[in-house]
């Protein structure tokens, strides 16, 4: 995938939809384009949180450790932003990342991550959106669960 290829996609993200394509092609460049085959793990639950990433191409499997075992919680693909709580939270990894299949990331640092907070606050407010986006199909969940 070109460069051109990868500004085009980061600007289909909701998360990144009003950036110039001149920034995206900064956060482009700098971001590390990573390839993880099936059953590869970006990250694993507990891990420091040391940068976000963007699904270029493929799926991964989002995993939690549970008292009975590791169990799938969310499934990512193409254009879906992962890892950015524990960097915007400064806390461990909340879940493990697993690749189902190939997989082509782009990898944003959290300090990359946090100067295109701070120069695009639109992007804040995008984050803030999917979060509690998140929050609320975890609500749903858990009230679907509670009442089996």
Same mark, same amino acid.
């Given at each position: 995938?070109?460069?051109?290829?990868?500004?085009?996609?980061?600007?289909?993200?909701?998360?990144?939809?009003? *950036?110039?394509? =001149?920034? %995206?092609? %900064?956060?482009?460049?700098? =971001?590390?384009?990573?390839?993880? +085959?099936? !059953?590869? @793990?970006?990250?694993?639950?507990?891990?420091? !949180?040391?940068? #976000?990433?963007?699904?270029?191409? !493929?799926?991964? =499997?989002?995993? $939690?450790?549970?008292?009975? /075992? &590791?169990?799938?919680? #969310?499934?990512?693909?193409?254009?879906?932003?992962? /890892? &950015? $709580?524990?960097?915007?939270?400064?806390?461990?990894?909340?879940?493990?990342?697993?690749?189902?299949?190939?997989? *082509?990331?782009?990898?944003?640092?959290?300090?990359?991550?946090?100067?295109?907070? =701070?120069?695009?606050? +639109?992007?804040?407010?995008?984050?803030?959106?999917? %979060?509690?986006? @998140?929050?609320? @199909?975890?609500?749903?969940?858990?009230?679907?669960? %509670?009442?089996?």
């Amino acid at each position: 995938m070109s460069l051109n290829e990868e500004v085009e996609l980061l600007r289909k993200i909701p998360l990144f939809a009003k *950036i110039e394509p =001149s920034k %995206l092609k %900064l956060l482009a460049f700098t =971001s590390e384009r990573l390839t993880y +085959q099936s !059953g590869q @793990r970006l990250f694993q639950q507990g891990d420091v !949180g040391d940068a #976000a990433y963007i699904i270029i191409d !493929g799926e991964a =499997s989002v995993r $939690i450790r549970t008292d009975g /075992g &590791e169990i799938q919680v #969310a499934e990512l693909g193409k254009g879906d932003v992962v /890892g &950015e $709580i524990a960097i915007l939270c400064d806390v461990p990894r909340t879940a493990s990342v697993e690749a189902t299949g190939k997989l *082509i990331t782009l990898r944003i640092t959290k300090e990359l991550f946090f100067r295109l907070i =701070s120069e695009f606050p +639109q992007i804040s407010i995008e984050i803030m959106r999917e %979060l509690a986006a @998140r929050l609320e @199909r975890t609500n749903v969940q858990l009230r679907e669960a %509670l009442n089996r």
